[in-house]
């Protein structure tokens, strides 16, 4: 197997945990593949075997990586996605971070965890993506999200008027300061934080959670992930914001999105012991009462 490692920055305190995932695979891989910027910033810290292969973007990583270990928090994971895209080229996540959704392996399980990757002890998470859709290209080529797409207001003391179909079928006018369409893995995320409902990963749906509603009697909706969604800001506000995942835009208004599933999956490595239920209740503290 070839290896690829991706991330922004390395504290001090975790450059030993680095130099141990570079020990671990030099042998197993040969060179690595080392996302350029993270490698200025940290290479000087570590020591190789032979010279990294340097990469900045998907093409110089596809057909040649089979695993893309990324290195840090849920944030760097996104956009790791980003880099990884439809090329089937697995993600594997080492949790640097705080929470840590996506990012399953934890700095503990390190070492435990490559050995059984290593043996190829391991199981494929496939999860949904989204796709946006609009007149002018925004985001374009990389418009696919693995959590969410989100419009939002730009003016703090404003409220957009969100109007939204599914499937050319009229669903509402939110009056809000947003709407978030998310994924399953992104239920987790902002629409979690916005009321939304926990959907596992396999539901095969999609949630549209309005944001700070100004209609009490309006809720999140849980719909099939085969569906179409359009939505059109309207109102009197000039501009607004759209968010893919960590990827943030300020669009002119008026502007139509389509957003729909991708044709593509990403494959997250996941170790034996890992399911989306012991994140819940690790992760979210499910079941943490003194009667337990």
């Given at each position: 197997m070839k290896f690829a490692v991706y991330g922004k920055h390395l504290a001090e305190a975790v450059?030993?945990?680095?130099?141990?995932?570079?020990?671990?695979?030099?042998?197993?891989g040969?060179?690595?593949?080392?996302?350029?910027?993270?490698?200025?910033?940290?290479?000087?810290?570590?020591?190789?075997?032979?010279?990294?292969?340097?990469f900045t973007v998907q093409e110089d990583i596809r057909g040649k990586a089979d695993i893309l270990f990324s290195i840090g928090g849920d944030g760097t994971m996104l956009d790791a996605v980003t880099l990884v895209g439809d090329s089937?080229?697995?993600?594997?996540?080492?949790?640097?971070?705080?929470?840590?959704f996506l990012t399953s392996i934890?700095?503990?399980?390190?070492?435990?965890?490559?050995?059984?990757?290593?043996?190829?002890?391991?199981?494929?998470?496939?999860?949904?993506?989204?796709?946006?859709?609009?007149?002018?290209?925004?985001?374009s080529p990389v418009n696919f999200a693995l959590n969410e797409i989100t419009v939002y207001k730009a003016k703090p003391m404003s409220m957009l008027t969100i109007q939204t179909w599914v499937d050319g079928d009229f669903l509402n006018s939110y009056w809000a300061d947003g709407l978030i369409v998310s994924t399953p893995t992104g239920s987790t995320a902002y629409s979690l934080s916005s009321?939304?409902?926990?959907?596992?990963?396999?539901a095969g749906s999609l949630v549209i959670t309005p944001i700070a509603s100004h209609n009490l009697t309006v809720r999140p909706v849980v719909l099939r992930d085969d569906v179409v969604i359009r939505i059109l800001v309207g109102g009197e506000k000039t501009s607004f914001f759209v968010s893919m995942d960590s990827?943030?835009?300020?669009?002119?208004?008026?502007?139509?999105?389509?957003?729909?599933?991708?044709?593509?999956r990403i494959n997250l490595l996941r170790l034996r012991d890992a399911s989306f239920f012991n994140t819940l209740r690790d992760k979210l503290n499910w079941g943490l009462d003194v009667r337990n």
């Open positions: 450059v030993p945990l680095f130099q141990a995932l570079v020990d671990k695979l030099e042998p197993a040969g060179p690595l593949y080392l996302y350029e910027p993270f490698f200025r910033s940290v290479g000087k810290q570590l020591k190789f075997n032979s010279e990294p292969l340097l089937g080229i697995l993600l594997a996540g080492i949790n640097l971070g705080r929470l840590g934890s700095r503990e399980k390190i070492i435990p965890a490559l050995d059984a990757i290593l043996d190829s002890d391991f199981k494929l998470d496939q999860r949904t993506l989204l796709k946006l859709e609009t007149g002018n290209g925004l985001f009321t939304g409902p926990i959907i596992a990963p396999d990827r943030v835009c300020e669009v002119a208004n008026p502007l139509e999105l389509i957003i729909r599933k991708a044709d593509f």
